[in-house]
């Protein structure tokens, strides 16, 4: 079986060559950059399956080089970082990040991370559904593209997966814990503002007033629910 190559995008030679090591001893084929120019080199010449990313680089923000990654891919990225405010979290994953680690942590821990978002991100099984269409919005899964009357829609990773759930359960309620679960993870603790933020952007996306909505209904303190078939004016 092919092993699955990890990109770690990180300066500090200290954390970047152990925690390497520690992927390989893990089954993982590591690859390293010390700055954001030759992340982004190496990120488009060897497809890895995973980023880490720190988001403090000699030649950047980190942030930015997710913002240039996710312009043209869907491939995991978990964000390594020093700062601890929640407003740093929102950000990076509002921008398309799959997780956030903060400095320090230990090489299980983060590898544990690692595995975890492998598994949500994983192709769809043999069987599921990859084509959802509810009225004029259609989310294709094979392609990751997602379109409203024709028109693409240009939407994060946080976003796509939160129009995925809400979708394959159109008509019927989806609560705020079971998107979180799903989204992002079980041992998911942060604020629930996360979750707040990425359904605004999803909704102006859609073109959605919350005081009037078209396509995603709030059931104040419990969830959401998105327009059955047919329900949408």
Do not use: C
Not at 31 to 43: N, S, V
Request: glycine share 8%; aromatic share 4%.
């Amino acid at each position: 079986m092919n092993r699955r190559t990890i990109l770690l995008i990180e300066d500090e030679q200290a954390i970047a060559e152990p925690l390497a090591e520690a992927l390989a001893r893990e089954g993982f084929e590591a690859l390293i950059a010390a700055t954001a120019a030759e992340g982004m080199r190496q990120f488009q010449t060897s497809t890895p399956d995973l980023v880490l990313l720190d988001v403090m680089l000699p030649d950047g923000d980190g942030r930015d080089l997710l913002r240039e990654i996710r312009a043209s891919s869907h491939t995991p990225v978990v964000m390594l970082t020093a700062r601890g405010e929640e407003v740093d979290r929102v950000l990076g994953l509002e921008l398309g990040a799959d997780d956030y680690v903060t400095k320090p942590f230990s090489a299980a821990e983060l590898i544990a991370r690692v595995r975890a978002v492998l598994r949500r991100t994983a192709d769809s099984p043999a069987g599921e559904q990859t084509l959802l269409v509810v009225d004029d919005v259609r989310l294709d899964l094979d392609t990751h593209l997602a379109s409203k009357s024709g028109e693409q829609l240009d939407l994060t990773v946080k976003e796509f997966e939160l129009l995925r759930v809400l979708l394959s359960r159109a008509g019927k309620l989806v609560r705020r814990e079971e998107l979180v679960r799903e989204v992002w993870d079980s041992n998911w603790f942060g604020s629930t503002k996360t979750l707040d933020v990425h359904m605004s952007a999803l909704r102006k996306k859609l073109g959605d007033d919350p005081a009037d909505p078209i396509y995603i209904h709030t059931v104040r303190g419990v969830g959401f629910r998105f327009a059955g078939p047919g329900e949408g004016r």
